[in-house]
């Protein structure tokens, strides 16, 4: 039986230059970097945890739009150096991470609440509530 295979013209000229292109940026340990999220609903309130490991709290964003919640980060790893010591390899990176999701209801921007520990991203997000429904006395 013949065996198919998909032909690549660019990749005998150009092996190298596209490989790659479009994956997540990755730590020096081959990890990617990415902004794994845990969302649970319960008692009017969103909860979200984001496992952020390595980034400082200072280094994150948080964005509420409506029912769209986006995170990012800035992340910097590098190696301290201490006297007397001599650098035989050295690995660090800057990148930067995003995450973003749409809720079902809108987040009620001026009630909601973060907190940053031991690389978690903990969020609580209130729920807007509706506008209740008005009847009109007929006269």
Avoid at 62 to 74: L, T
Wanted: charged letters at 30%.
């Amino acid at each position: 039986m013949a065996r198919l295979s998909v032909y690549d013209p660019f990749a005998e000229v150009f092996p190298e230059l596209f490989r790659g292109l479009m994956q997540p940026v990755r730590a020096p340990g081959g990890d990617a970097l990415e902004i794994k999220v845990e969302v649970k609903e319960s008692n009017g309130d969103y909860t979200v945890q984001a496992e952020m490991p390595g980034v400082k709290k200072e280094d994150i964003n948080v964005q509420i739009d409506g029912n769209r919640v986006a995170i990012s980060a800035e992340v910097k790893r590098e190696s301290e150096q201490k006297e007397g010591e001599r650098v035989l390899r050295s690995e660090r990176y800057y990148g930067a991470v995003a995450r973003s999701f749409t809720l079902a209801s809108e987040v009620d921007e001026s009630r909601a609440a973060a907190s940053f520990e031991d690389g978690v991203l903990r969020l609580t997000l209130p729920k807007k509530t509706a506008p209740s429904a008005k009847r009109l006395q007929i006269r």
